[in-house]
């Protein structure tokens, strides 16, 4: 029994190395939560099945659907919106407005846990994209977006209900300097299926630029 103690304590001691970084991870993705007040969430239908968008300003393409997004990360996945946030939402939906909100994807793998920052959009029509934002920026709107809304209109006359913009990724509790639209293309090999430049659908076999 004495010459098997070792050989046990070693056992053990891989066990405790593998289960530490996991335990880790789950503390940190719980303080994560109740510092930013986040709870459960579930997207509706139409977020979820539509296409987004990747960049502010200036985004190059158009990606989607969302659900096909998320099912390429890996690990686990769950939707997370402010409270505070949600308050807001059910209210505006109490008054019968259908704003744009935010919310998180949290995405807890062996490598840590991440949160991928969208911004949900109900519009119909590219202009009520732009007048969304023409509310918030008044008459700078036209040179930040402008360009932009004439794209987006010409991708949805194509048949993409583009429903959402995938507008940060925060690793360890800090935000990202880069776009999120570069980082799916080049980290998580994910493919665009419209590209808003040359105002042409991406097949399987596109090259991207």
Do not use: C
């Amino acid at each position: 029994m004495l010459r098997r103690w070792p050989l046990v304590a070693s056992m053990l001691l891989l066990v405790g190395l593998i289960t530490i970084p996991q335990v880790v991870a789950e503390t940190s993705a719980r303080t994560f939560r109740q510092q930013n007040g986040l709870v459960a969430y579930t997207p509706p239908a139409w977020f979820l099945g539509g296409y987004f968008i990747a960049h502010e300003k200036n985004p190059g393409y158009v990606f989607g659907p969302v659900q096909d997004f998320v099912s390429t990360l890996g690990g686990t996945t769950t939707w997370l919106i402010e409270d505070m946030e949600l308050i807001r939402l059910e209210q505006a939906s109490a008054d019968g407005q259908n704003p744009e909100y935010s919310f998180f994807l949290e995405v807890d793998s062996p490598g840590g846990t991440e949160y991928w920052v969208f911004v949900a959009f109900p519009h119909e029509s590219a202009q009520a994209w732009f007048n969304a934002r023409r509310a918030f920026h008044g008459r700078k709107a036209e040179g930040y977006y402008g360009k932009t809304q004439r794209k987006l209109e010409h991708a949805m006359r194509q048949g993409l209900h583009i429903k959402a913009e995938l507008r940060f990724l925060i690793v360890n509790g800090e935000t990202g300097l880069q776009a999120p639209e570069n980082v799916i293309m080049s980290r998580h090999k994910f493919q665009p299926v419209f590209d808003l430049s040359t105002g042409r659908s991406l097949g399987p076999d596109a090259k991207i630029k």
